[in-house]
């Protein structure tokens, strides 16, 4: 089960946090993505963290400003997304994959809402 919370409405330059639960898997086994997706646009991921080891990777378009971390003993992943801009906007799923480069997600949760405006 996914609980993913913290999406929302913020101004351009604006910060959100989301966080992401993820109950009934073994961290270690896995890499955690959050994606994107926007209407009309394909998905995005935005930044992937090795379970194991706690090491992140993002993509270019907000490398510098997003940050994405992760708890094991939690179960949780965060992304701190800073200076957002209204190119963010998009629904936010964490999604588990076998690795980072692999884009093909087992499973993933239901979104979160971030809008950025002007």
């Known amino acids: 089960e996914f609980v993913e919370s913290g999406g929302g409405l913020v101004q351009v330059g604006g910060s959100l946090r989301l966080s992401c639960v993820i109950s009934?898997?073994?961290?270690?086994?896995?890499?955690i993505t959050w994606f994107r997706q926007a209407p009309g646009m394909e998905r995005e991921a935005v930044a992937c963290?090795?379970?194991?080891?706690?090491?992140?990777q993002y993509a270019v378009s907000v490398k510098g400003r997003f940050t994405m971390s992760s708890d094991k003993a939690k179960n949780t992943v965060w992304l701190q997304m800073n200076s957002l801009k209204p190119e963010d906007t998009a629904v936010y799923h964490c999604?588990?994959?076998?690795?980072?480069?692999?884009?093909?997600?087992?499973?993933w949760g239901p979104g979160t809402q971030v809008t950025v405006s002007l």
């Open positions: 999604a588990l994959n076998s690795e980072c480069s692999n884009h093909s997600y087992e499973r």
């Open positions: 963290i090795t379970g194991s080891t706690g090491i992140a």
């Open positions: 009934g898997i073994t961290f270690d086994d896995y890499a």
